[in-house]
Nanobody, 125 residues
């Protein structure tokens, strides 16, 4: 059974930084794309970033490009999201996710089948 557990959220001032982590278990981590998504109150869930199984390809939403960095450590079964220069509009619940199929997945929520419980990120102005 695939389990994803996010951590690292919190309250930060605008311009600050946070690093989110997502620990995965239940299958061979190194075969699967990992993604980060977020959902703000009253809004739909949106794509933030994704990284392919080997870490060779990354995808970013335009709104976070240049500020956020996704990375993974396959030895630790963990994916990270380094968030710098945070803005109030980054406030949301952040979820990590992964597809059912190995060697697949990019920037579309429909490609992802397993989701974590989410971690709250709040950026104050």
């Amino acid at each position: 059974q695939v389990q994803l557990v996010e951590s690292g959220g919190g309250l930060v001032q605008a311009g600050g930084s946070l690093r989110l982590s997502c620990a995965a278990s239940g299958r061979t981590f190194s075969k699967y794309t990992m993604g980060w998504f977020r959902q703000a109150p009253g809004k739909e869930r949106e794509f933030v970033a994704a990284i392919t199984w080997s870490g060779g390809v990354t995808y970013y939403a335009d709104s976070v490009k240049g500020r956020f960095t996704i990375s993974r450590d396959n030895a630790k079964n963990t994916v990270y999201l380094q968030m710098n220069s945070l803005k109030p509009e980054d406030t949301a619940v952040y979820y990590c996710a992964t597809p059912l199929r190995a060697y697949s997945g990019s920037a579309y929520p429909d490609e992802y089948d397993y989701w974590g419980q989410g971690t709250q990120v709040t950026v104050s102005s």
